[in-house]
């Protein structure tokens, strides 16, 4: 990472971003920046306001107060699937898949392509679905063998790959990741960290919240730490030790 | 993992393709059997009675399998049949005798859907949109539809003084006579009583109607997005609504569509008996999820086919059919039905199992 950075658009900046809940202040004054092509770790202890923080850019809550800018426009977001329409694709902790499914119908879920039966009849284009299932996976490097099987057959670190999929065929202008690897093993944990290793290639950044410093030093550029509300650390990854991450997680010194 | 893995591998993959065809090689064996052992079972007479007779149980699962595979269950369905028999004989009956036979038939289906549609409608607004668990709304509308029906019809069967009607539901759309040969819509005229024994009917106007509905309910589900909805929001509600899909209007046509197929089995029931009864339906609520259980439904949603639901109707008819044939007392048809729902229900649950490993 260099200072020519300074000189390259961000793709989100949000400025001064407040969240109340009653009387508790969730998110408090915060400002951050993503740049085209970062992955960048939000970290913090629970209750130290990145879900909430989170949940703002997704479209899940309204900002109390500040602004957020997509591209240098400003954005309001109704909801999350408003949130979606502009670029912005969350991966949730629960991946939000249908099990019973299989990968092409979760990659296009509520987003079907169809093609017309005998000029009348409206149905679904299972061969279009599969196809372009077939060459995002490939893009992604990921190989899922029987592409007709449903996901619940699959491992996690695969139905991981189908969230991510699903992210990047839309043509995600920002990914957020919600503890991607909270429930892998070591093998899969690793090719999460390819996977969004792979988004960087394709110039996507990504925001990955996750407890796991393991994760955040594997693929961040930079670290974002939150405590009590308030963005108490923007650090280069490489400039820092897990240990000054938790001091900042936790507020020693 | 080693060399015995091979082994149990394909032996997996054999009890594997087992779990999912059973069904089809139980009512294949019960027929064979049935043919054999029985007399007077494997003719067109038979057959086709066969058919007939499980139209309207047919009808009626088409609606369920949507409902079920959505993750829910309609308690109500049968009800809201009896309901809607009672009020399209009601129509039919009050409409001028100078009408077409057709133009009857259709008022009498139309306001019957209508009545079926409110009920639909609500059940699908209490289920979508206040959150009642579908078991809770659709059991108040099995009230509400059955007290509707009973006060409109006085609590009596409502006869239907269309003339002809009776022929709609039970006649056939070809006839042969070894004597006379081939007529249709309509069986030869002049025909002796004596030689009536000799006359066979083919293609059931009754099954053709359900041939056409089984087939509509078919492509919609394995073909259109709203059938790829329900299944959807079957698997996972949460993350169908995430993913854009308008679930709760989903699940309100969910209801109306199980309340539709309600309404037809309503006319069946009226072009066959020729009345219209609060309580047509009353026994059909076991036998419909039976179906559809059998089928390869699950109940908590998100898994279920037509066909696999055609399967389980056809199991439950061969067997009341057979049991009469073979002159065994009927009443075991009862036992033989719960029985195959608890296989399947194991099976089904072998067979998730299987998949995990």
């Known amino acids: 990472m260099n200072e020519a950075n300074t000189h390259v658009e961000p793709v989100l900046r949000a400025t001064g971003l407040v969240k109340r809940f009653g009387g508790l202040m969730a998110v408090n004054d915060v400002n951050m920046e993503i740049y085209p092509g970062e992955v960048v770790a939000l970290a913090g202890d629970n209750g130290a306001g990145k879900s909430t923080l989170i949940k703002m850019i997704s479209g899940v809550y309204r900002p109390d107060g500040g602004h957020i800018y997509l591209d240098n426009q400003e954005i309001t977001m109704a909801s999350p699937l408003a949130a979606r329409g502009l670029g912005i694709e969350t991966i949730y902790q629960d991946l939000a898949l249908c099990e019973n499914l299989d990968a092409t119908v979760n990659i296009f879920l509520g987003r079907e392509p169809t093609k017309r039966l005998l000029g009348i009849f409206k149905q679904v284009d299972r061969a279009h679905m599969l196809a372009e299932s077939n060459k995002v996976l490939e893009r992604l490097d990921i190989k899922i063998p029987n592409l007709r099987r449903p996901i619940r057959q699959m491992s996690g670190g695969q139905r991981q790959a189908v969230a991510i999929a699903r992210a990047v065929y839309w043509n995600a202008r920002l990914v957020i990741m919600d503890e991607p690897t909270a429930a892998l093993g070591v093998p899969e944990q690793r090719k999460v960290h390819e996977l969004i290793k792979t988004l960087k290639t394709q110039n996507v950044p990504v925001i990955l919240i996750s407890h796991n410093l393991q994760d955040i030093f594997a693929v961040a550029d930079r670290i974002i730490v939150m405590r009590r509300g308030q963005k108490v650390g923007d650090v280069r990854a490489a400039e820092v030790t897990d240990d000054e991450i938790v001091s900042l997680m936790v507020g020693s010194g | 993992m080693g060399v015995n893995s091979n082994q149990s591998h394909s032996r997996h993959a054999w009890l594997e393709t087992i779990s999912r065809i059973w069904a089809w090689l139980f009512l294949l064996a019960m ?327």
Do not use: C
């Not at chain 2, 007399?39 to 009675?49: C, D, K, S, V």
């Not at chain 2, 047919?58 to 309901?83: E, F, H, K, N």
């Not at chain 2, 006379?180 to 002796?192: E, Q």
């Open chain 2, 31 to 357: 027929v064979l059997f049935f043919s054999i052992a029985g007399e007077g079972f494997f003719t067109p007479f038979n057959l086709q009675a066969i058919l007939a007779n499980m139209a309207i149980l047919t009808i009626i699962a088409m609606g369920q399998t949507y409902v079920i595979i959505s993750g829910g269950i309609d308690l109500s369905a049968g009800w809201v049949m009896g309901m809607a028999a009672v009020i399209s004989a009601t129509v039919m009956n009050s409409l001028p005798e100078t009408l077409p036979m057709w133009l009857v038939v259709l008022s009498g289906l139309l306001t019957g859907l209508i009545a079926a549609w409110i009920a639909g409608l609500v059940n699908g607004i209490l289920i979508a949109r206040l959150n009642v668990p579908p078991f809770i709304a659709t059991l108040g509308m099995f009230g509400i539809a059955r007290g509707i029906g009973f006060l409109l019809s006085g609590g009596m069967p409502v006869p239907i003084y269309i003339k002809g009607i009776g022929f709609l539901g039970n006649g056939f759309l070809a006839y042969y006579h070894p004597n006379v040969g081939w007529s249709f819509l309509a069986p030869p005229a002049g025909l002796a009583q004596a030689d009536l024994r000799n006359l066979t009917g083919y293609f059931p106007f009754v099954v053709i109607v359900m041939l056409a509905l089984l087939l509509v309910a078919h492509l919609v589900l394995s073909r259109t997005k709203f059938g790829l909805h329900t299944y959807a929001i079957g698997g996972n509600k949460e993350a169908a609504m995430r993913a854009g899909i308008p679930v709760s209007r989903r699940l309100v046509s969910i209801y109306m569509l199980s309340a539709t197929f309600a309404a037809f089995a309503g006319l069946i029931y009226n072009v066959r008996f020729t009345n219209g009864a609060a309580n047509a339906g009353e026994a059909m609520l076991l036998d419909t999820v039976a179906a559809v259980v059998i089928g390869g439904a699950s109940l908590f949603g998100g898994a279920g086919t037509v066909i696999g639901t055609l399967i389980g109707a056809l199991i439950i008819s061969v067997l009341a059919n057979g049991l009469v044939i073979m002159r065994v007392n009927p009443f075991w048809q009862f036992i033989a039905v719960g029985i195959v729902i608890i296989i399947a229900v194991l099976i089904d649950q072998a067979r998730a199992q299987f998949a995990q490993e």
